[in-house]
């Protein structure tokens, strides 16, 4: 039993309320890992994978109406409206509390409450984050254990100090009175994903999927410590970060934020296609950007696991996600089962293997699709996921582990847009760059319920994770940049794997030829190349980005590269009016480059 009195007392609270039928501390040993499969093997949750192909590995399929965030049930329920801002669902911390306190009430009976103590970042680090997920799901139990620092040394390091920790409460909201009552997957129609910044607290209810159970991703990594980095000085971000060596051996620290499905996974495990060059990997999902007593800006990952978008990932695409994966001890979620026990998804390779079984369960027929279903619908559903421990990545780099963290060079913004916004563009100044960020934008993915393909401003990549107000949130960037020198700071690019031409077809490789764009990035920080001023930044002059041995016509590299004047006339008052509708904390500097753009504009027909 814990001696830690904080967590005792609140795990007794809460099942005095949610009356689960036991209770169960997680110590995240292999012996336990194997009775929770076992018990999800039972009831149905998952199947154990051929162990010849997939060693220790499992595959889960949701119900079909629980496979993405929820952003609509997602809320910020901070003491006073004003401070969720106009981004976030807010309601009255008390009313939401007792909303759903009747649904917690009794919500675990005939389940087990797991008692989950974790660790986002190093439990050696400076100030070690630490949280406790009450869950009365096993999925969640063993897709934490993947995840994050979890277990007897997470509990052992709070209890050594009686640390605070974030407690973080979550129920598939389906209580068993007939155990022969379960189904494979359950969950609940109401669903709520609730944090409760000033408490540092998170209530979640209904959902199974990641996003919404896995309560250390983005309920606390993102939206929890966006508030604690606003109040203690430093940046929780939905950033990737990698390590770029040049033939010359000289190395960089890339931190890039891209919006959900948008290539974060993709662009941190790249095999560059230029000589000499070389990627290792450090996160793919979330950066904590912190000052160094030097005055630069650090970042660490505060996960331990992959928690990536199966389809599109392939040998062509990201070899060393593949790697990871082929070695096991991963859970796969909504892709397709192959009759061997293996798992599939469309981008694994060029055709179905015969005799699949589609995420809902269906034989895949012959003709490309379920039986019973409709010609076209794919096999793994497009939000489908692979988590997997991302020590197995084989270009996993030395400093992953370190507290400390890596120095940061660049700090780079993205998003999925058709047109508009170059391939890659640097910014003129840090209050350029947080403009960059603040108003990036990106077509919808499948990462989130509704609609697909729907323009939307995603400032940093965070909309769906800032866990206050969004004009503060750009007021800390900006004064995240003043609290340093100049030289310090990271430098700020912008960039789009995305660009179509006037067919819808992408204009840019992407993919393993983004190494072209980060090589001048480097390029860059050198002060090797110059660029061309515009009003979308500073573009590569032309002949710069290296696309030696590319197959890429002039017309479309100018095209993909290229700034827009016509596209930019519908852009700019697209940025203002977004601007304008996050309301009169937004930073004065945002304003300042809204002008100078429009400027430059005016200036440059
Ligand atoms: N056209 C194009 N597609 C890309 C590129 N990089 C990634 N994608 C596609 O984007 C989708 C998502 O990529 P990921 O790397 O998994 O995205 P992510 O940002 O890590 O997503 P989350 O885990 O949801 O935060 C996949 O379907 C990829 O095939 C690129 O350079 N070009
Ligand atoms: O949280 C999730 O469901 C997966 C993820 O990384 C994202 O959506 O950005
Ligand atoms: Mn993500």
Known sequence: MPHHAGLVKWVQEVAALTRPAAIHYCDGSDT????FVDLLVESGTVVRLNEEIKPNSVYARTDPDDVARVEDSTFICSVKENDAGPTNNWMDPDKMKATMTKLYDGCMRGRTLYVIPFCMGHIDAAEPKFGVEITDSAYVAISMRIMTRMGAEALAAMEATEASFVPALHSVGMPLDDPTDDVPWPCNDVKYIVHFPEERMIWSYGSGY?????????????????????????????????????PEGRSYHVCAAFPSACGKTNLAM????????????????????????????YAVNPETGLFGVAPGTGMDTNPNAVAAIEGGNSIFTNVALTADGDVWWEGMSRSAPPNLTDWKGRPWTARGGPEGGR???????????????IEQTPILSKDYNNPAGVPVDAIIFGGRRQNTIPLVAQSRSWSHGVFMGATCSSETTAAATGAVGVLRRDPMAMLPFIGYHVGDYLAHWIEMGNSTTHDKLPKIFYVNWFRRDADGRFLWPGF?????????????IEDRVGVIDTPAGMLPQPGDLDVTGLDITDADLAAVIGYSPTEWADELPRIRRWLRSLGSKVPVEMDDELWLIAEAMARRP
């Open 32 to 35: 336990e890992y194997e009775t």
């Open 210 to 246: 990641g996003g919404n159970s896995l309560l250390g991703k983005k309920c606390y990594a993102l939206r929890i410590a966006s508030v604690m980095g606003r109040d203690e000085g430093w940046l929780a971000e939905h950033m990737l970060i990698l390590k770029l060596t040049s």
């Open 270 to 297: 790249l095999e560059p296609t230029i000589e000499g060059w070389s990627v290792e990997t450090l996160g793919d999902d979330i950066a904590w950007l912190r000052f160094g007593e030097d005055g630069r800006l």
């Open 375 to 389: 010609l076209g619908e794919k096999a793994a559903h497009p939000n489908s996921r692979f988590c997997t421990p």
């Open 512 to 524: 393993k030829e983004n190494s072209r764009v980060l090589k001048w990035v480097v390029e860059r």
